[in-house]
């Protein structure tokens, strides 16, 4: 039986602060199964507080720098944006978002970002992954404690971000 999925277009959102080898698996998932993705690089998702500590401008260049350094940029844009996540998906022409989950604590924060979205957007859907085994403990807060310290975080990030927070932190 065929089947066609009305889903061709998804945003991958997120600060990446900085982008780290899990986003980018699942930006390399995320076009696994659709044609066409944006990874949209917020200018302020806070979390926990703080601002994030590259500028926009930097983190969009870092994303874009990464994805081709990891051959995943056909059928991939990335765009920074503001405001409501949902309105940016409604602007790119987006049917869905996709999120990487690590542990339960990711799932109870996107469960109830999702069911707010749901609410302000039923057309636009969540669809989250699951990270890889590999990646499951790589998180920009991690990944810059590190760098801030003076370890090594190239198992974590790619060169050209690697680059950046050992500008940022030396």
């Known amino acids: ?4 999925c009305d889903i061709d277009h998804v945003v991958v959102p997120g600060t990446f602060d900085p ?3 899990g986003h980018i698996d699942v930006v390399r998932r995320a076009r696994r199964f659709c044609p066409s993705v944006t990874v949209g690089v917020a200018a302020s998702m806070d979390k926990n507080g703080s601002g994030p500590v590259f500028s926009l401008e930097a983190r969009v260049d870092m994303a874009r720098e990464a994805l081709d350094a990891a051959g995943v940029r056909d059928g991939v844009d990335v765009r920074p944006f503001e405001g409501l996540l949902v309105d940016f998906c409604r ?9 990487g989950l690590r542990a339960t604590t990711d799932f109870e924060y996107e469960l109830q970002q999702a069911d707010l979205n749901c609410r302000m957007a039923p057309d636009i859907e969540s669809i989250f992954v699951m990270s890889s085994p590999e990646y499951g403990y790589v998180s920009s807060s991690i990944v810059r404690e590190l760098a801030s310290l003076g370890g090594d975080v190239s198992l974590l990030v790619p060169p050209c971000v ?3 927070l050992h500008d940022l932190y030396s």
């Open 162 to 164: 690697k680059r950046r």
């Open 91 to 99: 602007e790119v022409g987006a049917s869905a978002v996709v999120k």
């Open 19 to 21: 982008i780290t080898y």
């Open 1 to 4: 039986m065929s089947h066609d």
